[in-house]
């Protein structure tokens, strides 16, 4: 079973390259756009810096990914200054997406153990230091690419220790993830869940909190709020989108909705039609 494609699902992925070549001194990225952001180191030194402080000194060809909207600053430690690509990326942050939320923070991956994503590495880098007609378009389609590969490739290695990816490393666990994933209108139950994973009602509830970091059902809200949001903005009537997610009524999804999201659904795609 595909475990990725539900989570990508609720989103429309999308990516821009905006810088390409050598930074000779500090950059700095914030958070005004609601983007992330993924920087590909090809060559260099660089300190990545949160909050003013360092959280990782990069000394090879390496991966630097910030899922969600963040204030960060890379900074070069030589005279050579280093050379990279730059690209915001939209991962469904402004609709709360389990894949947005699920993710660190930071994460960063050394280019020599990214293994699948080699070849796609060097088209990038072809494209981004060349100059061929459609550059731009083929660099962002790219890095789309690029990040099923790598969110592959988190998922598949179990290089995350918590969250929604390790559940679905987790043979077991992921039964009952994919199972809300497929049906988010079902009323499920504890007991079900557990059954499809296999183990005992308890045994299922303290292992999912203690992998996913929220109980079972909390999580179930979270997916059918996030699909939820994605019909809304679909045009789906709000009443339709309540029995598609799981509630009797609209009355009943409001409720949730707008205790979960912090808006009324009339509310929230109104001014998500205004932002964008």
């Not at 821009?16 to 952001?37: I, K, P, T, W």
């Not at 090879?60 to 430690?77: E, K």
């Not at 709020?225 to 045009?235: D, E, H, P, T, Y």
Request: with cysteine; proline share 5%; glycine share 6%.
């Amino acid at each position: 079973m595909d475990q990725l494609a539900p989570l990508l699902s609720q989103i429309s992925l999308s990516a821009r390259v905006f810088f390409s070549g050598e930074l000779c001194q500090m950059a700095n990225f914030d958070d005004s756009e609601l983007a992330g952001h993924l920087h590909l180191v090809k060559s260099g030194k660089v300190s990545v810096r949160m909050r003013g402080e360092e959280i990782a000194l990069i000394d090879r060809p390496s991966v630097l990914f910030f899922p969600r909207p963040c204030n960060h600053a890379l900074v070069p430690q030589d005279q050579k200054g280093f050379e990279l690509l730059c690209a915001s990326i939209d991962l469904g942050v402004k609709v709360r997406s389990p894949l947005a939320m699920a993710l660190p923070e930071f994460l960063a991956l050394p280019t020599d153990d990214v293994g699948p994503m080699a070849p796609t590495l060097e088209l990038l880098f072809g494209e981004a230091f060349g100059r061929a007609f459609g550059r731009q378009a083929a660099l962002d389609r790219l890095v789309e690419y690029f990040l099923i590969q790598m969110l592959r490739h988190v998922i598949g290695n179990g290089i995350l220790k918590g969250g929604i990816f390790a559940a679905l490393a987790d043979q077991r666990l992921a039964r009952s993830v994919n199972a809300m994933h497929d049906r988010p209108a079902h009323p499920w139950t504890l007991d079900e869940l557990a059954d499809i994973s296999g183990m005992s009602r308890a045994r299922f509830a303290v292992n999912f909190r203690e992998t996913v970091g929220m109980t079972p059902l909390d999580y179930l809200t979270d997916w059918r709020m996030s699909v939820a949001q994605n019909l809304i903005k679909q045009g789906r009537p709000i009443k339709s989108v309540a029995m598609a997610v799981g509630y009797q009524s609209q009355a009943a999804l409001t409720r949730v909705f707008s205790k979960r999201i912090g808006r009324s659904p009339t509310d929230w795609v109104r001014e998500t039609t205004t932002s964008n």
